[in-house]
């Protein structure tokens, strides 16, 4: 292959270059006789065709919709050019084709999926014949599209696939059977150099029928295993699990079928890079088959998605011992690119039983049981029961509600006032969504807010959630109001576009909105974080971290992070009057805060007690259900005026006792 062929076709269409004599314009046409010559992208897409001499926007396939796109496959994971014999309407082509790979790049490293394929195409016409006849002495040579109108003497042609497309026949002068041992060769030999490559494609192009056969059993084996682990895939797997669950197979033993899920891969492919992620998913294959039977058989389903067909006698003794073996291996530190690398294992098990012997049921309880083991923190394994389906679909019966809910309105905002301890005065609002289903009732966040993150619908919510707050914040003069940010917001990059588009539709000065992060957040890629932060920052909103304390790594945080706040977990409130280390914990923190000049908030307090002792310690700001529970927006204002009267009432109070 030249290497200006693959630096002008590959990728995309030089057509300056390709029309150019001597290239693949008419050229191809007028001195070779190839009527159709295509340039074929990955993905099925023509993006050049040359159609007796003249390009044209024509597709490939509604040109040879037959065997043209089983050509192409074959093709693809062939050194050499392939051929085969199509027919297009009421011709048939020889048809010749390879990828374009410049002699620089080994082939064996290129997936066939991403090759550009370079197609040439010779009309079986009359005039091709009548040339063919006069030079072997051959009468009357045709073409018939069935065997009966064959003379006495014919060839049959056939595709790659052994499927029958016509004849070619002549009359053939007697004595026949000595000229037919005579013609045959050289006619057969005649055909094959039509299907060879012009000189600016490839020296030459050689087919026999050892390499069809290694062609094809090599198609086979790609059809039936994982191209990069060189596992079985789900095709050939659900074929293995189909025949362990026949009762001719099955005898004794008892079928488990285990579902794998990498913990932490896609961390792996974000950071590293998919060539990472593919060495990475490599070494977990060879880890896998190292821990099961020879009998088992180990899958690649897709992505980081692995499957176990395990054939025991002492079930399900004998799956929960693999199980525990695979999650101690894939626990095991990995070296990929020169880096260590720690992952874990998700697994779900399901054992056949006599009354439902099914594989597509035991491949779907097998699913339910690791989704309930990512549930269950990870690098661990479940069993199914028949009630995690059960709980499975009202799950699911849950989030078609919540998608609703988003569309319907269904959502309302709900604010907790922040009382300022010095001045003893309203400081801020924090915004707090709640659902109100219409038959469900109020729904608990602690069960939405997760399957909203899970299934990525917090971004909708939280966009709506913030315009809302930001919106309703107008009503209350002066009053900063926060909203919390989830880690699934975090993670996009244009939350900085949103809140800078929120708050100027809403009219709401920057200052005044507060957006509250967990120490999760900034956990896993710290550096994108700080980017976004800092570009919030900018924009001249507060951020404050929530839940302060309940991480591991607070204080380098604090430090790192443009925080303007910090607000304490409402555990150590609780545990003031129990434990003196939670009230040393507090301590700490609010002197923390003050020696960073940072406002410090407690969350949670229930008593006058607690809050008492915040403000001895010097702390800034508290909220709870001392002051009050959260509202919605009418009775907050409410709350608002009567504490602020409250407030006038008791200064004068004091003015006057003075």
Same mark, same amino acid.
């Given at each position: 292959?030249?290497?200006?062929? $693959?630096?002008?076709?590959?990728?995309?269409?030089?057509?300056?270059?390709?029309?150019?004599?001597?290239?693949?314009?008419?050229?191809?046409?007028?001195?070779?006789?190839?009527?159709?010559?295509?340039?074929?992208?990955?993905?099925?897409?023509?993006?050049?065709?040359?159609?007796?001499?003249?390009?044209?926007?024509?597709?490939?396939?509604?040109?040879?919709?037959?065997?043209?796109?089983?050509?192409?496959?074959?093709?693809?994971?062939?050194?050499?050019?392939?051929?085969?014999?199509?027919?297009?309407?009421?011709?048939?082509?020889?048809?010749?084709?390879?990828?374009?790979?410049?002699?620089?790049?080994?082939?064996?490293?290129?997936?066939?999926?991403?090759?550009?394929?370079?197609?040439?195409?010779?009309?079986?016409?009359?005039?091709?014949?009548?040339?063919?006849?006069?030079?072997?002495?051959?009468?009357?040579?045709?073409?018939?599209?069935?065997?009966?109108?064959?003379?006495?003497?014919?060839?049959?042609?056939?595709?790659?696939?052994?499927?029958?497309?016509?004849?070619?026949?002549?009359?053939?002068?007697?004595?026949?059977?000595?000229?037919?041992?005579?013609?045959?060769?050289?006619?057969?030999?005649?055909?094959?150099?039509?299907? !060879?490559?012009?000189?600016?494609?490839?020296?030459?192009?050689?087919?026999?029928?050892?390499?069809?056969?290694?062609?094809?059993?090599?198609?086979?084996?790609?059809?039936?295993?994982?191209?990069?682990?060189?596992?079985?895939?789900?095709?050939?797997?659900?074929?293995?699990?189909?025949?362990?669950?026949?009762?001719?197979?099955?005898?004794?033993?008892?079928?488990?079928?285990?579902?794998?899920d990498l913990d932490s891969f896609k961390e792996v492919n974000d950071s590293l890079g998919h060539a990472a992620g593919d060495q990475?998913?490599?070494?977990?294959?060879?880890?896998?088959? !190292?821990?099961?039977?020879?009998?088992?058989?180990?899958?690649?389903?897709?992505?980081?998605?692995?499957?176990?067909?395990?054939?025991?006698?002492n079930q399900p003794h004998d799956a929960e011992e693999l199980s525990r073996?695979?999650?101690?291996?894939?626990?095991?530190?990995?070296?990929?690119?020169?880096?260590?690398?720690?992952?874990?294992?998700?697994?779900?098990?399901?054992? !056949?039983?006599?009354?439902?012997?099914?594989?597509?049921?035991?491949?779907?309880?097998?699913?339910?049981?690791? $989704?309930?083991?990512?549930?269950?923190?990870?690098?661990?394994?479940?069993?199914?029961?028949?009630?995690?389906? !059960?709980?499975?679909?009202?799950?699911?019966?849950?989030?078609?509600?919540?998608?609703?809910?988003?569309?319907?309105?269904?959502?309302?905002?709900?604010?907790?006032?922040?009382?300022?301890?010095?001045?003893?005065?309203?400081?801020?609002?924090?915004?707090?969504?709640?659902?109100?289903?219409?038959?469900?009732?109020?729904?608990?966040?602690?069960?939405?807010?997760?399957?909203?993150?899970?299934?990525?619908?917090?971004?909708?919510?939280?966009?709506?959630?913030?315009?809302?707050?930001?919106?309703?914040?107008?009503?209350?003069?002066?009053?900063?109001?926060?909203?919390?940010?989830?880690?699934?917001?975090?993670?996009?990059?244009?939350?900085?576009?949103?809140?800078?588009?929120?708050?100027?539709?809403?009219?709401?000065?920057?200052?005044?909105?507060?957006?509250?992060?967990?120490?999760?957040?900034?956990?896993?890629?710290?550096?994108?974080?700080?980017?976004?932060?800092?570009?919030?920052?900018?924009?001249?909103?507060?951020?404050?971290?929530?839940?302060?304390?309940?991480?591991?790594?607070?204080?380098?945080?604090?430090?790192?992070?443009?925080?303007?706040?910090?607000?304490?977990?409402?555990?150590?409130?609780?545990?003031?009057?129990?434990?003196?280390?939670?009230?040393?914990?507090?301590?700490?923190?609010?002197?923390?805060?003050?020696?960073?000049?940072?406002?410090?908030?407690?969350?949670?307090?229930?008593?006058?007690?607690?809050?008492?002792?915040?403000?001895?310690?010097?702390?800034?700001?508290?909220?709870?259900?001392?002051?009050?529970?959260?509202?919605?927006?009418?009775?907050?204002?409410?709350?608002?005026?009567?504490?602020?009267?409250?407030?006038?009432?008791?200064?004068?109070?004091?003015?006057?006792?003075?």
């Amino acid at each position: 292959m030249r290497p200006d062929v $693959y630096e002008h076709l590959h990728d995309g269409i030089d057509l300056g270059w390709a029309v150019t004599e001597g290239n693949v314009g008419a050229n191809i046409h007028n001195d070779l006789g190839y009527e159709l010559v295509f340039v074929v992208a990955p993905g099925d897409k023509t993006i050049y065709a040359l159609i007796d001499g003249v390009p044209t926007r024509a597709d490939a396939f509604d040109v040879m919709p037959r065997g043209l796109r089983d050509l192409l496959h074959v093709a693809a994971i062939q050194p050499h050019p392939t051929t085969s014999l199509i027919k297009s309407g009421k011709d048939i082509y020889v048809v010749a084709a390879n990828g374009i790979v410049p002699p620089s790049i080994d082939r064996a490293r290129i997936n066939p999926r991403e090759l550009t394929m370079l197609v040439f195409a010779k009309r079986l016409d009359q005039k091709f014949l009548d040339d063919m006849g006069h030079d072997y002495l051959l009468n009357d040579l045709s073409i018939s599209l069935n065997s009966e109108n064959a003379k006495d003497a014919f060839i049959p042609l056939m595709t790659q696939n052994r499927v029958y497309l016509g004849t070619i026949s002549w009359s053939a002068p007697r004595p026949g059977d000595q000229l037919l041992n005579f013609v045959i060769p050289p006619l057969a030999i005649a055909l094959l150099i039509l299907a !060879a490559f012009s000189a600016l494609v490839v020296r030459n192009a050689r087919r026999s029928s050892s390499a069809l056969e290694a062609s094809a059993s090599r198609v086979t084996h790609l059809a039936h295993h994982d191209a990069l682990t060189g596992l079985p895939n789900r095709i050939l797997f659900r074929e293995h699990l189909d025949s362990a669950l026949s009762p001719t197979v099955l005898g004794s033993a008892e079928v488990a079928v285990i579902c794998l899920d990498l913990d932490s891969f896609k961390e792996v492919n974000d950071s590293l890079g998919h060539a990472a992620g593919d060495q990475l998913l490599q070494q977990v294959s060879q880890r896998l088959q !190292a821990c099961v039977s020879y009998n088992d058989t180990v899958a690649r389903l897709g992505g980081d998605e692995f499957a176990v067909i395990q054939i025991g006698a002492n079930q399900p003794h004998d799956a929960e011992e693999l199980s525990r073996r695979l999650i101690e291996s894939i626990r095991t530190a990995f070296v990929v690119e020169d880096q260590t690398l720690h992952i874990g294992v998700s697994i779900g098990i399901a054992l !056949a039983d006599a009354t439902d012997r099914t594989a597509d049921r035991l491949l779907k309880n097998a699913d339910i049981a690791l $989704y309930r083991a990512k549930q269950g923190g990870r690098a661990t394994y479940r069993i199914f029961e028949a009630q995690m389906d !059960a709980e499975l679909q009202e799950r699911r019966a849950l989030e078609y509600d919540l998608r609703q809910a988003v569309l319907r309105n269904e959502l309302e905002l709900h604010y907790q006032p922040l009382i300022d301890l010095e001045l003893h005065a309203v400081a801020a609002v924090e915004a707090l969504v709640r659902w109100r289903h219409p038959r469900r009732g109020l729904v608990s966040p602690s069960d939405f807010i997760p399957m909203a993150e899970e299934t990525g619908l917090i971004v909708a919510i939280g966009e709506w959630v913030l315009e809302t707050a930001c919106r309703e914040a107008l009503k209350w003069d002066r009053l900063r109001i926060a909203v919390n940010l989830s880690p699934v917001q975090l993670k996009n990059h244009e939350l900085v576009e949103t809140v800078r588009q929120v708050l100027q539709r809403t009219g709401l000065e920057p200052e005044r909105l507060e957006l509250e992060v967990t120490e999760s957040i900034l956990i896993n890629d710290t550096d994108a974080a700080l980017e976004i932060l800092n570009g919030l920052k900018a924009l001249g909103v507060k951020i404050a971290m929530d839940d302060f304390g309940t991480g591991y790594s607070s204080l380098g945080y604090l430090n790192s992070f443009p925080f303007d706040k910090i607000k304490i977990d409402r555990s150590f409130i609780g545990d003031l009057s129990d434990t003196e280390k939670s009230g040393a914990i507090v301590k700490s923190v609010i002197g923390l805060g003050q020696s960073l000049k940072m406002v410090t908030t407690a969350e949670g307090v229930e008593t006058s007690e607690q809050a008492a002792f915040l403000r001895e310690q010097g702390c800034d700001q508290v909220q709870g259900f001392y002051f009050s529970k959260p509202v919605g927006a009418a009775e907050l204002s409410a709350f608002i005026s009567s504490w602020n009267a409250r407030s006038i009432l008791e200064k004068m109070h004091t003015d006057a006792a003075a």
